[in-house]
C-alpha cells in the first residue's frame, strides 16, 4: 500500500522510516528531519560505501570463479543476497562444477505481445486501500481517508452504495458466507459487515495497536500489527465465528503485506537499513515461526494459488521490478526476467500471474516459470495500489494519495489474458457459502492436529489463553479471567475489601461517598448538593456573611494599559479573532510569514497529512 501501507499511514512507524531515509537518501520536503540531518547524512554514507564495496567485491569473485575467491567475499561480506549467491557458487564448485560468471541482469524487452487496452474507469472515494470480490457480482473497496467502504456492480460498472466503518480502513476481506470485514487502523478495530442485514456496518472485534495487514482462511482473520507503532511487530488471530483474538507470533519489524494460504500465513517484510527484505512463514496451527532467505525485492507484494506463493516488488534505489516464486512453505525460488517498472501489486491464477508496475504498466507472466507473455498499457494514468483478477478481468485500484476525485480510482480492464478473443467469457469465482448467511455459534469441528499450550496458557474453547495472576482475594474462572471473592472489588487490578456503608451524623450529608458539614449559610446564600454555601447574585462573602457588594466606579486613569472603562468596569480589549484565507488540512497550520499551510517544525509533509518522521 504504497510506501509502507500508503506513506499516509507510515506515521506509526518512524523507526522504520528513519532507518529507510539513512539507507536511500531520498530527497525529502525542506524542513522535515532538520533535527535527523546529522545522523542520516553519516549513515548514507556509510550504507552507500559499503554497497559499492560489497559490489565490487562480488564482481571479482565472480570473475576470478574459485572456491577461494568466494570464501573471501563470504567473510567480509557474510550476510545479504549477494553472500546468498557466493555461497552457491561454492556449492556447485564443490561438486566438481565450473562456474562461469554470470552476465548482469539485462532488461528484458515488453513481452513477446504488446498490446493497448481502454478501462472503464469507476471514480470512488478519497484514498481507496484494497479491494475483495463478495462472490455476488460486487466488488468492496476500502476508502481509507473517507472512513468508508464502497460497494461497485460488476454488471452495471457503477457504485452502489458506500457506508461508514470506523477511522483509516487500511484493508478488507471477505468471507465463505459473504460476511465482509474491514480492518480500521485508527480504531485498532475489526468492522463487519453481513449483505442482507441492513446497510450498516458494526464493530466486531478488537485487535492490538497499529494494525495496517489483515487476511482470510479457514474461518480465520489474521492481522499484523507494530507494536507500539514502531517496531517490533506481532500476528494476531480473531476467529470468524465468535471474534474472540489471540496472539500467535512475535514478528520481526515492518510487515507491509500478509496472505493466508496453504494452513501457513505468509507475512512480507519490506527492507530495512540492517537487512533486505524478506518473508515471514507462520504456521497457522502452532504458530511456529521460520523466515525466508534474503529478497532481491525492497517492497514485497504478495499473491497465492494452491500451489505457489508470488511477492512483487523492485530493488532498492532502482526503476526496474522483479517477480518472484515459492513454493508451498517457501519451498524454492524462481524469479522473473528484470521489468521496466518496479512492481506495486501482484495478483495470481492457476495459470498466469499480473504485475501492476508503478507507473501503471501491466505485465502478464506464466504462472509456471514467470515467462514474460503479455505487456499491457491503458488508455488512462494509474497509479496501481491494489491488483485483482476476476476471469478475464482485472480490476486495479489507483490512488494518487491526494484528494483529487479523478486520481482516486478503480479500472476495469477487459481481455486482459493472452489469447483470449476480446469479449469471450472467462467464468468468474464463485465463493463457496454454507447454507446460513451468518456466522456459526460453534465452530465445526474439524480433525486438525493438537494444539498445546505453553506455561501460563490454558486451552480454552479450542484457544490458548494467558492466564493471569489474580493475586489474593480472587479466583480463576474457566475462562482464566480473575474474579474477586465475595465482599471484595477489584481496585486498580487488585481486590481490596469492600468499604462498609457510610452512615452520616446530625448536619452532616453524604456527598461523593464522603461525609460533609452542612454549613448554615444565613440570608442571602443558597447551599449547594455538596453542602457549601454560595452568595446570591449581587452579594459576596464578607466575614463569613454574604453582604451586598459595594461597586467601585473605576475611573479611566486606573483601568490597565490593555484594558478600557465600558459600563463603569475596566475590561480587556480582545483582539479579534484571525481566520486564515485557507482552510488547512492533514494537521498544517496557517504560517503568516510565508502565506500558505505548512507542518509545525519536527513534523514532515507527505502529500497528504504531517507525520513523525
Not at 457504485?159 to 478488507?172: E, N, Q, T, Y
Not at 491494489?386 to 485500484?397: A, E, P, R, S, Y
Not at 454555601?533 to 454574604?546: A, D, K, L, P, V
Amino acid at each position: 500500500m504504497g510506501a509502507m501501507s500508503w506513506a499516509r499511514r507510515r506515521l506509526a512507524i518512524g523507526a522504520a522510516l528513519v532507518a529507510f531515509v539513512g539507507v536511500t537518501g531520498q530527497s525529502t520536503e525542506h524542513g522535515v528531519l532538520r533535527a535527523l540531518l546529522p545522523l542520516v547524512s553519516a549513515a548514507h554514507a556509510q550504507a552507500v560505501t559499503n554497497d559499492s564495496d560489497e559490489k565490487e567485491a562480488f564482481e571479482a569473485s565472480k570473475a576470478l570463479g574459485t572456491i577461494e575467491a568466494w570464501q573471501a567475499f563470504v567473510k567480509a561480506f557474510p550476510t545479504g543476497f549477494r553472500a546468498d549467491l557466493a555461497r552457491a557458487y561454492m556449492s556447485k564448485l564443490s561438486g566438481g562444477g565450473a562456474v562461469t560468471p554470470a552476465a548482469a541482469p539485462q532488461l528484458v524487452p515488453l513481452g513477446t505481445e504488446a498490446v493497448t487496452l481502454s478501462t472503464t474507469p469507476i471514480r470512488v472515494g478519497k484514498w481507496p486501500e484494497r479491494v475483495a470480490f463478495d462472490g455476488r457480482g460486487s466488488l468492496w473497496v476500502s476508502e481509507s481517508g473517507a472512513r468508508s467502504i464502497v460497494e461497485i456492480g460488476l454488471q452495471n460498472r457503477a457504485v452502489l452504495r458506500r457506508m461508514a466503518v470506523g477511522r483509516l480502513p487500511v484493508d478488507i476481506v471477505v468471507t465463505e458466507n459473504g460476511t465482509i470485514y474491514t480492518l480500521a487502523e485508527t480504531d485498532n478495530a475489526i468492522h463487519a459487515f453481513t449483505p442482507g442485514g441492513g446497510d450498516k456496518a458494526g464493530p466486531f472485534a478488537t485487535v492490538p495497536r497499529c494494525a495496517d495487514t489483515m487476511a482470510y482462511a479457514a474461518e480465520m482473520l489474521w492481522v499484523t500489527s507494530n507494536v507500539d507503532c514502531s517496531q517490533p511487530s506481532m500476528l494476531t488471530r480473531v476467529s470468524h465465528l465468535n471474534g474472540r483474538t489471540a496472539k500467535v507470533a512475535d514478528l520481526q519489524a515492518g510487515p507491509v503485506d500478509l496472505k493466508a494460504a496453504h494452513g501457513f500465513v505468509y507475512v512480507a517484510h519490506m527492507g530495512m537499513s540492517e537487512r533486505p527484505a524478506f518473508l515471514t512463514l507462520v504456521d497457522a496451527q502452532t504458530g511456529a515461526v521460520q523466515n525466508s532467505p534474503s529478497l532481491p525485492i525492497h517492497y514485497p507484494r504478495l499473491a497465492t494459488t494452491v500451489s505457489a506463493v508470488y511477492a512483487g516488488g523492485g530493488p532498492l534505489n532502482e526503476n526496474t521490478g522483479l517477480v518472484l516464486k515459492m513454493g508451498v512453505g517457501l519451498q524454492g525460488l524462481q524469479q522473473s526476467p528484470l521489468l521496466p517498472e518496479p512492481i506495486a501489486a501482484v495478483a495470481a491464477n492457476d495459470t498466469y500471474v499480473v504485475a501492476a508496475g508503478r507507473n501503471g504498466m501491466l505485465f502478464v507472466l506464466a504462472a509456471a516459470d514467470l515467462a514474460l507473455i503479455r505487456t499491457i498499457t491503458t488508455n488512462a494514468p494509474m497509479r496501481p495500489h491494489d491488483l485483482l483478477v476476476l476471469g478475464n478481468t482485472l480490476v486495479v485500484v489507483s490512488s494518487g494519495g491526494n484528494e483529487v476525485a479523478s486520481d482516486n480510482v478503480v479500472h476495469l480492464i477487459d481481455s486482459w489474458m493472452p489469447g483470449v478473443a476480446a469479449g469471450a467469457f472467462v467464468p468468474l469465482p464463485v465463493l463457496a457459502r454454507p447454507a446460513a448467511p451468518l456466522p456459526a455459534v460453534s465452530p465445526v469441528v474439524r480433525a486438525t492436529p493438537k494444539l498445546t499450550c505453553g506455561e501460563n496458557y490454558k486451552m480454552v474453547r479450542g484457544e490458548c489463553v494467558l492466564l493471569q495472576n489474580c493475586g489474593a482475594n480472587a479466583y480463576r474462572n474457566p475462562e482464566g479471567d480473575c474474579v474477586c471473592n465475595s465482599g471484595f472489588s477489584m481496585r486498580n487490578n487488585r481486590c481490596v475489601a469492600k468499604a462498609s456503608a457510610l452512615k452520616c451524623a446530625e448536619n452532616y450529608r453524604k456527598v461523593r461517598g464522603e461525609c460533609v458539614l452542612l454549613q448554615n449559610c444565613g440570608a442571602n446564600a443558597t447551599r449547594s448538593p455538596e453542602g457549601d454555601c454560595y452568595c446570591n447574585t449581587g452579594f459576596s462573602m464578607q466575614n463569613g456573611r454574604c453582604a451586598v457588594t459595594a461597586v467601585k466606579q473605576p475611573k479611566r486613569d486606573n483601568c490597565p494599559g490593555d484594558s478600557v472603562l465600558k459600563n463603569g468596569k475596566c475590561v480587556k480589549e480582545e483582539e479579534p479573532d484571525f481566520k486564515p484565507p485557507i482552510r488547512c488540512s492533514g494537521g498544517q497550520l496557517y504560517s503568516l510569514s510565508q502565506q500558505r499551510c505548512v507542518c509545525q517544525d519536527g513534523l514532515r509533509w507527505n502529500g497528504q497529512r504531517c507525520f513523525l518522521p
